[in-house]
Each structure stands twice: as structure tokens, then as C-alpha cells.
């Protein structure tokens, strides 16, 4: 049975640890979510894992008779309400929606990605190292967890930590960053690889190296910056 202080993992490694194709795939994923360039290929099979368990308990439902009524019924219904909440489904999405979900969505919907689609990270890499470093907050919650799954809710409170140097919205960084933001909304895609496709490569890759360095360097500054910040009782 197992002791229950030391669970078992729930991530599942792939059956063939050779298979090129897989690996090609997986290093694909890898550089376009910014994951870790060693241990990268464990946060996909994690998400591949939850993602295997979701498809599993909806097979489970479809195949059933009569899920209208009883424990089925809400089986069903809770795990289409829990994954909207995630953000995988749409409302009113059914059962059979829970199959398209594939692994890019689950990766989708780490807080290292809400953070870049958001705008608050030029790059997923940058995006990465900001939440590390503890310049990225939930509410009033500084999230250091890159492959938290953020629910939709959490995403209007999704902004810079209090404490953060680039809660200044006249840092250069946030002033750089919202010039890319109004160059990508007045410019319209003409064709794939057009004038909004090449400003999304400067804002993604090419913008990456300097500002890493840079965020490591204000977390050297943070513990200045909250030694500034009165405690309660002074």
C-alpha cells in the first residue's frame, strides 16, 4: 500500500524513451513555451499526464448508457465545470469537447504563458525568469511557480508584484513594452509573415538575453526594495 507521506508521482514517462518523433515534438514544445532548457521534457510530461486523466474520466462518461441523472449526471457535470474554470472549455461546452483538448492547451494555460499572452513579458523565457525572481502577483499573492495553472478568474488580478521594480509604469521596461503593445494593435496582418508577425518576433525571441539579465539583476535589488516597506506594528 505504500506509505502516505511519500506518494507516488502521478506523472507518467513515455513508453519508448527513443522514438524520434516524440522527441522532436516534445523539444518543439520546449522552446516555443520556454521551458526549462534541462527537465523541460518532465513539465510536458506532466501536463500530458493530467491531460491523459482528463480524457480518461470523459471516455469513462461517454461510454456510460444514461449519464442524464444520478452520480453519473454530476460526475459529468462537475468535470465540464472545473475544466471552464480552468480555462480549457468554453461555457456551455460538452463531454465530448473534453477530447479536443490537446497538450499545447494544458501548456496554454501555465502561468509562465498567461503571463506572456497578457503582455507583461516580451518573451516566454522573460516571462519565466519574472515569475522566478517574484516580479509577477495573483491578487496580492507573489506567485514564484511558473506552471501554476492559472483559473479564468485569477487572470483580472493578474498583474506585477507590489514590491517589483516594474510596478512603475514609467520603468523603461513597461514603457517599451506598452510601444510593442500599440505597434502590434495598429498594425494589421497582411499575410503570414507580415509587418505584425515580424513585430511578435521582436517582442518574442529577439528580446530576450538583455532583459533575462536584467530581471536577475532587480531581484538582487528586491530585499532594498522591501526593507523600504513600513511593517505593521512600527
Known amino acids: 500500500m505504500g506509505d502516505p507521506k511519500f506518494a507516488r508521482s502521478k506523472t507518467q514517462t513515455p513508453t519508448h524513451p527513443w522514438k524520434q518523433a516524440r522527441i522532436d515534438e516534445e523539444h518543439a514544445l520546449k522552446e516555443k513555451y520556454g521551458l526549462k532548457k534541462v527537465g523541460g521534457m518532465k513539465e510536458i510530461w506532466r501536463e500530458k499526464s493530467s491531460l491523459r486523466r ?133 498594425e494589421e496582418p497582411e499575410e503570414v509573415g507580415g509587418p505584425k508577425a515580424a513585430t511578435e518576433e521582436v517582442g518574442g525571441k529577439a528580446a530576450t538575453t538583455d532583459f533575462v539579465e536584467q530581471i536577475k539583476k532587480d531581484a538582487e535589488d528586491a530585499p532594498k526594495i522591501e526593507e523600504t516597506i513600513p511593517k505593521e506594528g512600527n
Request: glycine share 6%.
Open 54 to 186: 482528463h480524457r480518461n474520466q470523459a471516455m469513462k462518461l461517454i461510454g456510460r448508457v444514461d449519464t442524464t441523472e444520478g452520480h453519473f449526471a454530476r460526475e459529468k457535470t462537475d468535470l465540464i465545470n472545473s475544466l471552464c474554470k480552468q480555462g480549457l472549455l468554453p461555457d456551455g461546452a460538452s463531454i465530448d469537447d473534453v477530447l479536443q483538448i490537446n497538450v499545447e492547451h494544458m501548456l496554454s494555460r501555465r502561468l509562465q504563458s498567461v503571463v506572456y499572452y497578457r503582455g507583461l513579458a516580451p518573451s516566454m523565457r522573460a516571462a519565466r525568469n519574472m515569475i522566478v525572481h517574484g516580479h509577477v502577483s495573483i491578487d496580492e499573492q507573489r506567485m514564484t511557480v511558473p506552471g501554476y495553472h492559472i483559473r479564468k478568474h485569477e487572470e483580472e488580478v493578474l498583474r506585477y508584484s507590489s514590491n517589483s521594480v516594474y510596478n512603475d509604469p514609467n520603468h523603461p521596461f513597461r514603457v517599451d513594452m506598452e510601444k510593442l503593445r500599440l505597434t502590434m494593435v495598429n
